[in-house]
């Protein structure tokens, strides 16, 4: 935490020196054109400030953070049965299939088995996320192992 407030700093005291270096570099090209640009000038120097404001709440946010931990953990006790919900559904792929659905049929499909790195590819899938798929269809029996990450379809 105070790692990133002490990073929140050093930010914004370096936008700030950059805000007058530009503003430095403005003043010496508006002297050397002859004609001068106030407007231009301090629209420049509002849009560097801005970062350097944002950055400086940010820091203060960081602050003030550890007294809102009451209230985030109230809120996270009540998202949790709505995440709980979510999960129970079963992520839909494209097409209006489940992730299961597609992968059974992948392997269905093959007729000397798949391997796991080939229902990544199709799939698109992580290797995490098809290790949880091809457990869940061993479990409810659709599939079975030939060899060590080689699958085919279960023969009732």
């Known amino acids: 935490m105070k790692d990133v407030q002490k990073e929140l700093m050093a930010i914004s005291t370096t936008l700030s020196s950059l805000v007058q270096q530009i503003e430095k570099m403005a003043e010496a090209i508006e002297s050397e ?37 009451a209230a985030k953990k109230k809120a996270a006790k009540k998202a949790v049965p709505a995440a709980a919900k979510a999960k129970a559904k079963a992520p839909v792929a494209a097409g209006g299939q489940t992730m299961l659905d597609s992968i059974f049929g992948m392997i269905s499909r093959s007729r000397s088995g798949i391997t796991v790195e080939r229902l990544k590819k199709r799939a698109g899938l992580e290797a995490r996320q098809v290790s949880n798929a091809l457990y869940k269809l061993t479990q409810k029996g659709k599939i079975e192992t030939l060899s060590r990450g080689l699958y085919v379809k279960k023969k009732k």
């Open 33 to 69: 054109s002859g004609k001068a640009a106030p407007a231009k000038k301090a629209q420049a120097a509002k849009k560097a400030k801005a970062p350097a404001k944002k950055a400086k709440a940010a820091a203060k946010k960081v602050k003030a953070a550890p007294k809102k931990k």
